[in-house]
């Protein structure tokens, strides 16, 4: 863990720079950006309310 520099400011990632998992989800299986949304919204909703529970 401490070789992988994961907490050092330099190799930090903006977020805003990756893909959310609707669009890699939407890429993966060839669909649309409509798609990707969909999956975004049921994803977001999902992890709040369903993931421990």
Same mark, same amino acid.
């Given at each position: @863990?401490? /070789?992988? /520099? !994961?907490? *050092?400011?330099? &190799?930090? +990632? $903006?977020?805003? &720079? !990756?893909p959310t998992p609707? =669009? @890699? !989800?939407?890429? @993966? %299986? =060839?669909q649309d950006a %409509?798609? *990707?949304? =969909? +999956? $975004?919204?049921? #994803? $977001?909703l999902a992890v709040? %309310?369903? !993931? #421990?529970?």
């Open positions: @863990m401490n /070789r992988a /520099r !994961l907490w *050092a400011p330099g &190799s930090l +990632i $903006d977020r805003k &720079s !990756l609707g =669009q @890699m !989800l939407a890429a @993966m %299986t =060839q %409509t798609v *990707a949304e =969909q +999956i $975004d919204a049921h #994803y $977001d709040r %309310t369903n !993931l #421990y529970g």
